[in-house]
């Protein structure tokens, strides 16, 4: 019976919304970090759907901080608007850059939108009256007051956004648009599908999301800079969350979040010094041993299973 | 592929049970008076992080060694914050939370402290913290409501400027063919040399100061011929140049390179590379630093620091950070003597009274406001120079272990 | 794969001896210390561009490797007192041997696999980094040998000498990596392999083993590069990680499988680079002069793939 998933989604959800009241407050915080870290992994594998790698997820996560602070700062505006206006103008960048840089495909893709993040953090650093410069800028108060249970809920439902988005982009007639653009661009072409509208749809939709994670995570840690804000981490941690868990599927992301985010916690605990070694090491076995991800590594033994039975 | 997953489950635990026996855990055994609880945030990966923990434990096990404080062992917690904000947000959180912990102390980054300041706040617990030198973090605190639980012993930014400011007044007058009018400052592009530059140019009011700026080795730079050019030809008096450890190195090779000795020759990385004072490009430079090793000589503190860390961990102290924290604990265990009680008023009071006349890192610590918040430890850094393979310190005075070489030796004459 | 001279890259060539005598006479210094710091990115861009030609594997952790190298002449300096030059010759066998073991452990697994190889080697490069911090701390390590700032005054000019053994490493592996690949069979053999595995597997050539031994042999040139970088620079577990991302952008720009262009955009970014910092307060933007010079290239690139 297919009622059964919903059913399956609808206490997953449940949990999900009522973590804060059962949960102390330091799970609370961790859980922030793995949901914002999921909804950057999931706009990343959206992207590669369409088979283009993207390295260029910090450059729209700094936008969207660095936009919030400052409109924030300078134009009174509300901090939850600050954040929309981070995810808009994160999009409103992608736009233009994106038609230029889509035409691009593979390697060269990656590496012009891994430029393009360091570009932006000599730009940001270079503007010293506009952005504070290398010291970077300070907003009065985190939102919500710092109310930990209040931030979860607003990450919780922007990875819930996302969710939602990948699921879209899977089920829908741009599923098809991009895969068939991935496996043969020539193909896909010849069909008569506009490549790059969908590429571009997508990558604008997959840097709005970016941006208004990289807002709220500036409204919860009340400080920009460029050396933090468009971090490398931002775009690293999520593509490894992404293909260990699984790529192409919205599961895959989540599981891979979740996994290597609690993954973290328990090797800081166990070890307070070095842990980084065994997660570099972890990262090397999971693909040698899972070559296709979580995801679909199970998916593969399901359907090994069925033919083996039948 | 099952067996896949199964083999990583496996190996996994295997791993990390194997590294974790073998790595020194976080929290002490559970002693059966119940213990003052130290929370402490540094970054463990990296140097600073690493000694400032080792000097807090040596001072906790002084402590407990000799009965303890107000009858109770102290109990040191210490938690790594991967020069991450949120890790370390997330950090304060745990010890708050999960340990329980009574005071929170520790720190480096600035960066990181930011992250961290809302949720102590959130807490109100008192913290005594010795890193965060940024004066963004001071704005920080200062802009909360309530900063009464908040203790800073590291010097702010300005201070260090400041005190440079002092000393470098009080050098030229003791010394009179020391001249300091043209200063040329080479900074590291970042918040760390950005800061350093600004406030430089702020405050030498009398000082014809011209900079520009470097991507540190630390960030794949290293190549400072350009800017070392340019600061020969301005004809400096004094030549500074504030950037990282691994920065050191290139900058003396390249200077004697391209012929380049003004006759001060200064750098401010927070440490220095292993070896430096070995090199005889290291001869008659001088720096800035909380800390010498040399004041072992002079303070009978850092003395008993110096030989006690070298016996507790077979390794000498490396940075200012070691008898930094190792302050920090006493500091913090001082107060509660004085306060006779853990609770928030009272060992607040106390702490603000705590003076010592000697310390670890080799001069006296009091309270006092600084510009923006209420309770400052140190507010001042050293003029030191190296000679002979040690950092002999010039300035203050009244701990100076040496008289300056002046001017820089010719390079043809090492 | 490899790209003979074509017109195009002549033309390049004589823009740039143009350009080179231009500097030569307006801003010496920009092309001496342009020329040095180039070669030390075309040295560390080599063996990417190989791997990358032959075995079609971008190696994120290549820096790391090079840190390796950097750590075991140190290693080999403080220990038995040798000169890091000498400490050169060992190290290629020794990071050989680490090649070949990391190929059989993880590499061989993700040869054709673009976004696996991604991850592992950067899950690579963390443990590199993790373990040479366990060990050696993040404190920098320098040696000390006094020909490192050896220098040399031409009429007003006054310029370090010895980074012009980079330029003659970086000429000596470009030609010696030349020679191999269209002079010797197994050469040859690397080369059908890079472009058409397997015809070559049909042909008899033993695919694995030339990756194996292709992949060790670039591995093993970064001993000796260590250790040339060492004598100039403080090591540092993290040291590598930028160098790793220069050496695939010139990889690159100069169009994958184009070894000679590695040559010309690996100098072309130091004399770049150089050439912006000569200006007084324009050096913050020396990045964004490379970053920009890369997506230029690329899009130069991919626009004539396109036409033709």
Redo the contacts between chains.
Sequence with gaps: MRNWRYIVYIVVISLAISFPFYA???PI??AT?ILSLLALALSWDILLRGGQLSLGVSAFFGIGSYTTVLTHLNWEVSPLLSIVLGGLAAGVVALVIGLAVLRLRGLYFAIVTLALTFIFIVIV?NLTDLTG????K?I???IFG?D?AMIYWLTLAIAVATIITSEIFQKTRIHFALTSIRNNEIAAKSSGIDIFKYLLFAFVVTAVIQGVVGGV?AQR???V????SFSL?FTILPLAMCLLGGSFSTLGSVIGAGGLGVLAE???L?????H?A?YG??MV??IL??PKG?VG?IR??LVRRKTASS | ??K??L??AV??LL???L??VG????VLEEPPVEPIRLGAVNP????TG?QSAQGMKLAVAEINAAGGILGRPLELI???D?F????G??AI??L???HEVDIFIGGMAS?VH??QI??L??HGRVTVWIGAA?H?VE??IA?LPDHDWYFHLHPWDYQQVEGTVEGWAAIVEKFPQIRLDRMFVAYE???F???GF?ISRALFADVTIEG????S????G??F???L??AKEFNPDAFVWVGF??????M???A????FAPPVFLGTPP?W????G????SEAVWLYGMWSPELKGVSPEAAHFWWAFIEKFGEEP?TYFAPLGYVNVKFVAAGIERAGTLERGPLIEALREVRFEDTAVGWPLTIAPSRLIRHQGFTRQMILQWQGGRQEVIWPFEVATAEPIFPFPR?EDR | MLAKLRQRDYQILIAFIIVAAILAFWRP?VLI?GLQ?GSLYVLIALPVGIIYGILGILNLAHGEFMMLGAFFAFSLVTLTGIDPLIAMLPAFPAMFVVGIVTYRLTIKHVVRAPLNQFLLTFGLAVMLT?MA?LIW??????V?VPY????A?IGPI???TFEFVYVAAAAIVLVGMFLFLTRTRAGLAAMAVGQNPRGAKLVGIDVERTYMMIFSACLAVLGPIGALFLI?????P??G???S??AVSIVAMAGFGNLPGILVWGIGLGLA??FV??F??W??W??IIFFGMIILVVFYRSYQRRVR
């Design positions: 102390g407050v330091h915080h961790v970090t650093r410069g290398a010291i970077g300070l009065p108060s985190v710092g930990p995570h840690f009340a400080f800079s460029p050396e933090e981490t328990y090797l800081r166990m070890m307070p010094r070095g980084l065994i090491l972890v076995m999971a041993l899972m979580i590594t593969e033994q | 592929m099952k896949g997953i083999l990583i190996a996994l791993a990390s049970s590294v974790a790595c020194p855990r976080p463990l990966g990296d140097i690493r210490v938690m790594d991967e991450s904000p949120a890790v947000a997330a959180e745990k708050a939370t999960v960066g930011l992250a809302p949720i706040a959130k940024s963004l704005a920080a802009a592009e970042g918040a040399g950005a800061a600004a520009e700026s470097f991507t080795a630390v960030f794949g290293g190549d011929r350009a800017v050019r340019h450890d691994p920065d050191a190195l290139g003396m090779v390249q004697k390179e391209i012929g440490g590379p292993v070896g430096f070995e090199i005889p490009l490396a390079w | 210094h210390s710091r993790e911090n701390t993040t404190r920098p390590r320098i000390w490192a700032a050896s220098s005054t006054t310029f370090g100039r620079h403080a090591i540092f993290g040291v990680g930028p160098f991302l220069r680079e150089a910092r000569s007084r307060g050096g913050g020396a990045d």
